[in-house]
C-alpha cells in the first residue's frame, strides 16, 4: 500500500519553528502513525516570514472578528498570515491529502478553543481558531482534521485513522477516473461509515 500523505503543523514532527525556537514532538504521530503516512509539514508562522525565534503572538477581538497580534509590541500579521494562508492552499491543492493535523492551542493553528483576548484587555476565551487552521478548514471541509492532543483520546483517534483511511480510497477512486458504477461502489462499501 502507498503511503497516505497527512499535512502536519512541523513542529508536531520535532522541527524547531516554534516562537521559543522550541518544537512540540509527539512520539505518536512520528513513530506509530508515521509509519504509514507521508507528512506534507506546515509551519504557517515561519512559512510567512516570521522569525525563529519571535514574539508569541495571541488572538485580539470578539469570538468572531479577530486579528492575530504579537503580545508585547502589538504588531498585527492577519494580513501576512492569509496571504501565506491563500498561497500554500493552492501549493497544497497537488497533494491530494487525506487529512490534516493541527497544533492545539496556537493563534495560527489551533483548529478550536483558541483563546481570543478583549481589544482592550481582559480575559480571554476560548473561541477562536487559530488563522491558518480556519482557513484550511474552509478550503477543506470534507477533509479529515484533528489536533495532536484530542489524538491521545482512543475513540477520537480511532475515527481520524478510520476517516484518513477512507480518504486513501477516495483519492485511489478518483485517480483511477472512475464510472458512475465505481462511485456508486465505493458509497455502497462505505455507507454504514
Not at 23 to 45: F, I, N, R, S
Not at 102 to 117: A, L, N, T
Not at 176 to 193: E, N, Q
Amino acid at each position: 500500500m502507498e503511503k497516505l500523505k497527512l499535512g502536519i503543523s512541523s513542529c508536531l514532527l520535532g522541527h524547531k519553528v516554534r516562537y521559543d525556537g522550541g518544537h512540540k514532538y509527539d512520539a505518536w504521530l512520528v513513530e506509530t502513525l508515521g509509519q504509514y503516512v507521508d507528512y506534507v509539514p506546515v509551519c504557517p508562522e515561519a512559512g510567512c516570514g516570521m522569525s525563529i525565534p519571535r514574539e508569541a503572538l495571541r488572538l485580539v477581538g470578539t469570538k468572531d472578528d479577530y486579528r492575530l497580534i504579537t503580545v508585547k509590541t502589538g504588531i498585527d500579521y492577519t494580513d501576512q498570515m492569509l496571504e501565506f494562508s491563500y498561497e500554500t492552499l493552492k501549493r497544497l491543492e497537488s497533494e491530494q491529502l487525506c487529512g490534516y493535523v493541527f497544533k492545539s492551542k496556537s493563534p495560527s493553528s489551533g483548529m478550536e478553543r483558541v483563546k481570543v483576548y478583549p481589544p482592550h484587555g481582559g480575559a480571554a476565551g476560548k473561541t477562536g481558531v487559530g488563522i491558518w487552521a480556519r482557513e484550511f478548514m474552509r478550503a477543506y471541509p470534507l477533509l479529515p482534521v484533528e489536533e495532536e492532543g484530542r489524538l491521545h483520546d482512543p475513540v477520537l483517534r480511532e475515527n481520524f485513522i478510520e476517516r484518513i483511511f477512507i480518504m486513501q480510497r477516495w483519492w485511489d477512486m478518483v485517480n483511477s477516473k472512475p464510472r458512475a458504477g465505481d462511485l456508486v461502489k465505493f458509497h455502497t462499501i462505505h455507507k454504514y461509515l
